[in-house]
């Protein structure tokens, strides 16, 4: 039997996050966390196909003490190449704060990594607001062109 999710994730295109803000494995800036403003940071996105209907974004952060920790989960953006801080044009779902926006970083204690995934989809999905990371992955997993992602780092023990 093909693992047919393992064969199709070579097929996607790249897309290249980035911020203004921070580069890819450096620092998140205050604003943009538990301890600042606690707004999203601006992303920009090139190299997002022609065919793409929409973007969908996850960020979580891998190095949670009780596992994966989700912080914010949109979908259906209109394809842009630039998303502004403090600002969203899509659905958002429930993160693991048991929230319907952004929270930023706000590790426990050490330097936690976090995950800024961009998904370019060839389709809008049809989901409720109460939608988590895992129906929303599950949902835009046949529906997938490229996708691209910006790790940031936060360490609230300065």
Known sequence: MVNTEATRAVDYKQLKVSSIEFQNEEMIPLKYTCDGRNINPPLDIEHIPEEAKCLALIVDDPDAPIGTWVHWVVWNIPVTHHIKKN????????????????????????????????????????????????????????????????????????
């Open 87 to 158: 600002e969203v044009h899509g659905t958002e779902g429930i993160n693991d704060f048991q929230q319907h926006h952004y929270a930023g970083p706000c590790p426990p204690s050490g330097t936690h990594r976090y995950f800024f995934k961009v998904y370019a989809l060839d389709a809008l999905l049809d989901l409720p607001a109460n939608t988590k990371k895992l129906k929303l992955e599950k949902a835009m997993s046949e529906h997938i062109i490229a996708f691209g992602e910006l790790i940031g780092l936060y360490n609230r023990n300065k």
